[in-house]
């Protein structure tokens, strides 16, 4: 089940620097929580986010247990042709979910 | 958590009968939603939808209102078309009366019980993800529309039971909905604001959950937090106090999917 909201500017001049923002749903299960029958419940999170923009990696964080669920990262770049910004969250088991925005660049 | 449930704070309510039966309702003026209350980044959380996390499930309930369920493989979609034109309002006037049972259904209960009867699909507990979800995906159809209770008189009964449920004393604390919703709005317990309890936001996200929730989900909260045993999710008194909730927010803007601490 995918449900990624990527939001970012339709539209940009050359230059211009845009604000990306992302957010996932993801449990983010840190690890350290015990369930109800006594056994800690297993660490579920995302470790890695990368933007990449027209083929190029542009950014990537890596995420930690202390990151909240559905977590929500903005970030800015810089806009330089038209092309697909391509968002992939990747997480714990190996399973990496992708979103993606078109984006116009014109002077 | 069993049948007993149902029974919460009838004892205490015997013993203190009419303990807060001078309770009035917030003045129609000086009502607020729960999002006035809120520090000015949450309230910023929810009214953007990039950055407001219950826009998660609107967009999974979308999916699953197109997606067929059941042998006959039809889709809510099949018989409903455009939720933007067929579902707006629609959240704004339940709990309604349903024939069949002549109870009270809610807006949850009600897209179960068309799944059942109408797609012959599985029925889908309450509280699980695609209930939230589609729920959700219905009410935020009447975003910013105003409350409007049916003026059914079938519903008075029910409706008059939630108002004597809202002002019944609960739980080891003995304190009624009516304590502190009511008399003590403009107060705070430990840190946080107390509220006024308009439900007009619901489903919603609670940081405090990390998840979207019902309303049942939060008055078997506040159960809890006064030391009575929750009623079970899907309960008749749970309906008849939504009920009376929503007749007090009459004419208040829907706001779902609101994002609470």
Same mark, same amino acid.
């Given at each position: 089940?995918?449900?990624?909201?990527?939001?970012?500017?339709?539209?940009?001049?050359?230059?211009?620097v845009?604000?990306?923002?992302?957010?996932?749903?993801?449990?983010?299960? &840190?690890?350290?929580r015990?369930?109800?029958n006594?056994?800690?419940?297993?660490?579920h999170? =995302?470790? !890695?986010?990368?933007?990449?923009?027209?083929?190029?990696?542009?950014?990537?964080?890596?995420?930690?247990?202390?990151?909240?669920?559905?977590?929500? =990262?903005?970030f800015?770049?810089?806009?330089?042709?038209?092309?697909?910004?391509?968002?992939?969250?990747?997480?714990?088991?190996? $399973?990496?979910?992708?979103a993606?925005? *078109?984006?116009?660049?014109?002077? | 958590? &069993?049948?007993?449930?149902?029974?919460?704070?009838v004892?205490?309510?015997?013993?203190?009968?009419g303990?807060v039966?001078?309770?009035?309702?917030? *003045?129609?003026?000086? !009502? !607020?939603?729960?999002?006035?209350?809120?520090?000015?980044?949450?309230? $910023?959380?929810?009214?953007?939808?990039?950055?407001?996390?219950?826009?998660?499930?609107?967009?999974?309930?979308? %999916?699953?209102?197109?997606? @067929?369920?059941?042998?006959?493989?039809?889709?809510?979609?099949?018989?409903?078309?455009?939720?933007?034109?067929?579902?707006?309002?629609?959240?704004?006037?339940? @709990?309604?009366?349903?024939?069949?049972?002549?109870?009270?259904?809610?807006?949850?209960? +009600? =897209?179960?019980?068309? !799944?059942q009867?109408?797609?012959?699909?599985?029925?889908?507990? +309450?509280?699980?993800?695609?209930?939230?979800?589609?729920?959700?995906?219905?009410?935020?159809?009447?975003?910013?529309?105003?409350?409007a209770?049916?003026?059914?008189? %079938?519903?008075?009964p029910?409706?008059?039971?939630?108002?004597?449920?809202f002002?019944?004393?609960?739980?080891?604390?003995?304190?009624?909905c009516?304590?502190?919703?009511?008399? %003590?709005?403009?107060?705070?317990?430990?840190?946080?604001?107390? &509220?006024?309890?308009?439900?007009?936001?619901?489903?919603?996200?609670r940081?405090?959950?990390?998840?979207?929730?019902s309303?049942? +989900?939060?008055? +078997?909260?506040c159960?809890?937090?006064?030391?009575?045993? @929750?009623?079970?999710?899907?309960?008749?008194?749970?309906?008849?106090?939504?009920?009376?909730?929503?007749? %007090?927010?009459?004419?208040?803007?829907?706001? &779902?999917?609101?994002?609470?601490p």
């Open positions: 089940m995918t449900r990624a909201l990527v939001n970012a500017p339709k539209t940009a001049r050359p230059g211009e845009i604000e990306i923002r992302a957010m996932i749903a993801h449990p983010m299960e &840190t690890g350290y015990i369930g109800p006594g056994a800690p419940i297993p660490r999170i =995302i470790r !890695r986010l990368v933007c990449t923009y027209d083929g190029a990696e542009v950014f990537a964080a890596d995420l930690y247990p202390a990151m909240s669920a559905n977590p929500y =990262i903005a800015s770049m810089v806009a330089t042709a038209s092309g697909t910004i391509a968002l992939a969250w990747t997480d714990d088991h190996g $399973a990496t979910q992708t993606t925005a *078109e984006i116009t660049v014109a002077g | 958590m &069993t049948r007993g449930g149902r029974a919460v704070g004892t205490a309510a015997a013993l203190l009968a303990g039966a001078g309770a009035a309702d917030v *003045e129609p003026d000086a !009502r !607020r939603s729960g999002a006035d209350f809120m520090a000015p980044e949450t309230r $910023a959380m929810q009214a953007d939808d990039a950055s407001n996390p219950g826009m998660l499930w609107v967009l999974e309930g979308e %999916r699953l209102w197109a997606e @067929p369920a059941g042998p006959e493989g039809r889709a809510c979609a099949t018989c409903h078309g455009d939720a933007a034109r067929t579902m707006r309002g629609v959240a704004a006037r339940y @709990p309604a009366f349903d024939n069949g049972s002549d109870r009270p259904v809610d807006l949850a209960g +009600r =897209i179960d019980q068309c !799944r009867a109408r797609q012959g699909a599985p029925p889908l507990a +309450r509280e699980s993800d695609p209930l939230l979800a589609l729920t959700a995906y219905v009410a935020h159809q009447s975003r910013g529309m105003p409350v209770p049916p003026g059914d008189t %079938r519903l008075d029910f409706r008059e039971n939630g108002r004597r449920l002002q019944q004393p609960l739980g080891q604390l003995g304190l009624a009516a304590n502190c919703h009511d008399e %003590r709005w403009d107060g705070r317990l430990g840190g946080a604001p107390i &509220t006024q309890a308009h439900p007009t936001a619901y489903p919603l996200y940081l405090e959950w990390q998840a979207l929730g309303l049942q +989900r939060r008055l +078997r909260n159960m809890a937090g006064v030391r009575a045993e @929750p009623l079970p999710f899907g309960a008749p008194e749970l309906i008849e106090l939504e009920l009376h909730l929503m007749q %007090r927010a009459a004419g208040m803007p829907m706001e &779902t999917p609101g994002v609470r």
